[in-house]
């Protein structure tokens, strides 16, 4: 087993490092003075000068797969990525989550980079001009919705969302929360889940269609707060659904296979919100230790507190045992294919999340007061990487999955019946 870094590798993941160093970490306290002015819903310069500034530098939509012919329709699409695998990608998202709001610089945020790739997979030409283009662009957002109020969302097969054809359009009923994107005011472009038949098989009732947030009958009813922060301007939106109309040729794939574009989506979207989470705990471990290096207690440096040297040792411990997961997981998707990589995914998606939480908890303790302010940044990133335990699946859902595919690995054979 290698583990040194390809020269490619390397390569992007410095630069995507030095790019994080040079341009956007300089910018954080300009971020934060125009995302806390208001209006609290608007497009940021600061995002949109840096934004400039990486599209040069060609660093811009680098999650985007190689093509591999899971293009459906059409696979000559000259998207403008450049084709990192998931394993070249992670090393470049580690770098980028260390600032919540730096993947939009590189346009790789969500759920954009989702929305992107069921377009890529299973989009037609038509749905690829009209949305993915400017997606890859950056001059629209996107929204996914499929996730309800009033039903376990845990178990997708529960959604009630109605999608019904009429004639040439398909009209639209229901209730949505947890709608990421829609409240960026740039939101343009929606992906929602909904049944186009509750009468088939459970796993083919749902379909997945393309819903211009614009439309009439789309109310966008609130926006909702994670631990009180209202994430704005992104957002994350409940969204009641009036008989809306959408043409036919918006529907993705085709009916009843909604379920079969969640796995191509969210196996790698899981895998990428692991990726980003690491570069979150690095930060709060570097945070943590300069906090501890520079402050006294009881006659000597905090750090130099024996419980303290354990909780640091522990920190790196857990980051480096979970990079190589998250490495592992995203090699096996390239090498492998997502469905033989699902159970490394599951397990990713489990301890990426509550590593960084153990990690950010320390690092909130050791700032005091102050690490429960907004002074730092700690306490909002406790709060929004807590949401990952929930996001494109809650733990328990994965766990059952892992605890499936062991229990599998050791059950007995059944006994052969008598001829």
């Known amino acids: 087993m290698d583990f040194h870094l390809t020269e490619k ?128 662009r950056g001059e629209i957002r996107s929204a996914f919705l499929m996730t309800e109020p009033d039903v376990a969302s845990s178990d997708a097969t529960n959604i009630e969302t109605e999608i019904r054809r009429d004639g040439d359009h398909y009209v639209i009923n229901g209730r949505k929360w947890w709608s990421s994107g829609a409240g960026d005011p740039r939101c343009a472009i929606t992906i929602l889940m909904g049944k186009t038949d509750f009468g088939a098989d459970r796993y083919r009732q749902q379909s997945m269609i393309l819903m211009p947030l614009d439309l009439p009958g789309v109310t966008v009813e609130r926006t909702l707060s994670v631990y009180g922060y209202d994430h704005a301007p992104h957002g994350h939106a409940e969204i009641i659904l009036k008989d809306v109309r959408v043409p036919v040729d918006n529907m993705l794939l085709g009916e009843g296979r909604g379920f079969e574009i969640a796995q191509g989506r969210l196996g790698p979207g899981r895998i990428h919100h692991c990726m980003r989470t690491i570069g979150v705990a690095e930060e709060a471990l570097e945070a943590m230790s300069k906090r501890l290096l520079s402050r006294t207690a009881f006659g000597k440096r905090i750090a130099d507190q024996s419980v303290w040297e354990e909780r640091l040792a522990n920190a790196r411990i857990d980051i480096e045992m979970t990079r190589l997961l998250c490495l592992k997981a995203a090699d096996m998707m390239d090498n492998a294919g997502n469905k033989i990589a699902q159970n490394e995914i599951a397990m990713i998606k489990v301890q990426a999340p509550t590593m960084a939480l153990r990690v950010l908890d320390d690092a909130i303790q050791a700032h005091g007061g102050a690490g429960i302010s907004g002074d730092f940044h700690l306490a909002f990133d406790w709060a929004n990487i807590r949401t990952l335990r929930f996001a494109d699946g809650p733990d328990e859902v994965h766990r059952r999955a892992i605890a499936k595919a062991e229990l599998k690995r050791y059950a007995a054979p059944s006994p052969a019946r008598p001829a």
């Not at 609290?40 to 599209?55: F, G, M, N, P, Q």
């Not at 190689?66 to 329709?73: A, F, I, K, Q, R």
Request: overall charge negative.
């Open 9 to 136: 590798q390397a390569h992007f993941r410095d630069r995507v490092r030095h790019f994080m160093n040079a341009h956007v970490r300089p910018r954080m306290a300009d971020y934060d003075r125009e995302a806390a002015a208001e209006p609290r819903w608007k497009v940021l310069s600061v995002i949109e000068d840096l934004k400039t500034k990486a599209k040069a530098e060609g660093l811009w939509n680098l999650f985007m797969p190689p093509s591999s012919g899971h293009n459906h329709v059409d696979d000559s699409f000259p998207f403008e990525g450049v084709q990192l695998t998931n394993l070249e990608y992670a090393l470049c998202a580690e770098e980028m989550g260390r600032i919540h709001w730096a993947p939009e610089v590189f346009n790789c945020s969500a759920p954009d980079t989702g929305n992107m790739e069921v377009l890529h997979r299973y989009g037609t030409r038509e749905q690829k001009d009209a949305w993915l283009a400017p997606l890859m």
